[in-house]
């Protein structure tokens, strides 16, 4: 592998993001962490040529 993909990079703040919460299990559907929407913000900002 040469490069990372930006789903990877999002997956991965996803990760970091649930591992700093107090939410004791990760679902992308939790309210505390509400994963899937960050997931998908961090994804949209990457996918933004004018943030990157």
Not at 13 to 39: G, H, I, K
């Amino acid at each position: 592998m040469t490069h990372v993909m930006r789903p990877s990079i999002a997956y991965v703040a996803t990760q970091v993001q649930f591992a700093l919460s107090s939410s004791p299990v990760f679902s992308r559907t939790d309210t505390v962490t509400d994963s899937e929407r960050f997931y998908n913000t961090i994804l949209a900002l990457l996918d933004d040529p004018e943030e990157v």
